[in-house]
């Protein structure tokens, strides 16, 4: 097996995590100006999406207390 020598600064570039490079929003833009620029259809499937969560529960409580 070769052994190979590794410079400090090799080491060190390898390892560092660089700050610039992770996603940071410096979009200082208020929340509800980006919330404008949602497409209304994303409202629609948040929307279709809760109301099958709350039937889901309901039907489901409603089965609990048929148990019980």
């Known amino acids: 097996m070769k052994k ?3 410079s400090r ?3 060190e570039k390898a390892y ?3 700050t610039l490079s992770g996603d940071i929003d410096l979009n200082l833009e208020p929340i509800e100006e980006k919330i404008d620029k ?3 259809e994303m409202f629609q499937i948040l929307g ?3 109301s099958f969560i709350e039937n ?3 039907f ?3 089965k609990n207390h048929e148990n019980q």
């Open 38 to 40: 949602l497409p209304k």
């Open 56 to 58: 889901t529960n309901k």
């Open 9 to 11: 600064k090799h080491i």
């Open 60 to 62: 489901e409580g409603d």
């Open 48 to 50: 279709e999406i809760i």
């Open 4 to 6: 190979r020598l590794i």
């Open 16 to 18: 560092k995590t660089d």
